[in-house]
């Protein structure tokens, strides 16, 4: 009684903290659109804040929009097939093309819940997405209906379709903010389309290598880097002329590609690790050896950190790209297959999605005091946890003393250790994931 009695004084004495409704990692942040395409930053490295571990800090099922706390595997939600990911700084949202459902969910990063469901077309399979800060759209490349949804984020719907040639299977997509134009890799067809987001028409067609799988737009240079998987080349697409002017050999089976603004390098993942390329040579300067049983796959560039986020089988690693090094691996295992991701500057999240488990994993890469929030016991925030912690504390030993005084007037219990059914191992996935797979099997004959 008489530690019930303290532990009740020790939480009264505690201040209050912030609630779990009003987590600083939630709220909104400022933001601002850009409204002239020519009105770009100057190149320069970003300032760089403090590294930390980073974590999965949530994860959402697209099934149920529930949010669960931590590294969660809810039940399983294969049918939803998240692919690419976009965020979206006007609207402070992340846009989600679901290719199993043939839909993009809409999430918003004040909630990290979905507020809006935009349907495509039941034949649609969206993969790669892109946002357009200009114009405060999204375009999402629709791989089996040969065209390309334009979303317009004020409404939250389809207010264009670009048809393409049947056969091009378009499947990622990147967004040239300088000459507003959106570049889309075609995997079907071997080439690249130019998109004017003023026409929303297709202005260029440019022949690249065998199964162009992603690109990436460098706005340091006004170049639009394509990874060739069959090839084993990346492909330089000068945004000026809209033609090809570098082709740089790199390891065996590109696949994702991403640009570092902070050390104008462009970073693929191969079957080998990554390559790091330097956009002023065009010419590999570093590979990354990474240990994996399957190729590396999406990946986003964190320009608070200079850190790249790396999509790695089961899970997602992370690369400094001061020292060209993993600096940590974050599992997600239970089938999770991380395919691709973006990067929220506001609030310094990166979500990633998982293609097989049909959630979203939201990584946090804020240090422990970032917005003077202070995680507590259980993970939460502030003097909430330690309050818990009190009360918790308190009745565990309220509980010990009420079962040792029964113990007296009993014989001994003889108590076994509970017996834990993990595997030794995580169960070995498929060489590539299997948006990769199912694209390469399905790529139409010329």
């Known amino acids: 009684m008489a530690l019930l009695v303290l532990g009740i004084v020790l939480v009264l004495t505690v201040p209050a903290g912030p609630t779990l409704g009003a987590h600083p990692a939630l709220l909104p942040a400022s933001r601002g659109v850009t409204t002239d395409k020519r009105a770009i930053s100057s190149p320069g490295a970003p300032s760089r804040i403090p590294s930390t571990a980073p974590s999965v800090a949530y994860t959402l099922d697209l099934c149920t929009n529930h949010l669960y706390s931590g590294n969660a595997l809810p039940t399983n939600c294969s049918e939803a097939g998240p692919q690419g990911v976009a965020y979206d700084g006007g609207a402070g949202e992340v846009f989600v093309a679901n290719g199993g459902s043939n839909n993009v969910s809409v999430i918003s990063d004040a909630t990290n819940k979905v507020v809006a469901t935009i349907p495509l077309g039941s034949t649609t399979n969206p993969g790669g997405v892109a946002y357009d800060s200009v114009k405060g759209e999204v375009f999402v490349a629709n791989f089996n209906s040969f065209n390309v949804s334009v979303i317009s984020d004020a409404t939250n719907r389809v207010v264009a379709t670009i048809p393409f ?22 995997q079907g067809s071997d080439n690249v389309s130019v998109i004017s987001d003023v026409t929303n028409k297709v202005v260029a067609t440019i022949p690249v290598g065998d199964f162009p799988a992603n690109v990436a737009y460098d ?20 945004d000026a002329n809209n033609k090809v002017v570098a082709t740089i050999p790199v390891e065996p089976g590109p696949w994702g590609v991403g640009y570092d603004s902070g050390k104008a390098e462009v970073f693929v993942t ?7 390329i330097s956009d002023e040579t065009n010419k590999v300067v570093a590979t990354i050896p990474v240990e994996s049983t399957t190729n590396p796959g999406g990946m986003a560039y964190d320009s608070g950190k200079g850190e790249m986020f790396v999509a790695n089988g089961y899970s997602l690693i992370v690369i400094s790209d001061t020292t060209d ?7 997600f295992g239970g089938g999770g297959g991380p395919v691709s991701m973006a990067y929220d500057l506001a609030n310094g999240y990166v ?8 959630t979203i994993s939201i990584i946090t890469t804020a240090s422990p005091d970032n917005g003077n929030q202070t995680t507590g016991f259980l993970g939460l925030p502030g003097y909430d946890g330690y309050i818990l ?13 009420t079962v040792h005084e029964r113990r007296k007037k009993a014989p001994p219990v003889s108590i076994s250790s509970p017996q834990t059914n993990l595997p ?14 199912t694209q390469v099997r399905n790529k139409p004959k010329q």
Do not use: C, H, R
């Open 165 to 186: 040639p049947v056969g091009l299977s378009p499947s990622s997509v990147a967004y040239d903010s300088v000459k507003g134009e959106v570049f889309v890799a075609n």
């Open 219 to 238: 706005s340091g240079k006004g170049e639009v880097f394509v990874t060739n998987y069959l090839s084993a080349t990346v492909s330089v697409i000068s």
């Open 270 to 276: 191969n079957g080998n690790g990554v390559s790091v």
């Open 325 to 331: 090094a993993v600096t940590s691996t974050i599992m």
């Open 351 to 358: 979500y990633v999605s998982n293609f097989d488990q049909g």
């Open 389 to 401: 912690l009190v009360v918790t504390a308190t009745i565990l030993l309220a509980l010990a003393i």
């Open 424 to 437: 030794e191992k995580l169960p070995q996935p498929p060489p590539g994931n299997t948006w990769l797979l």
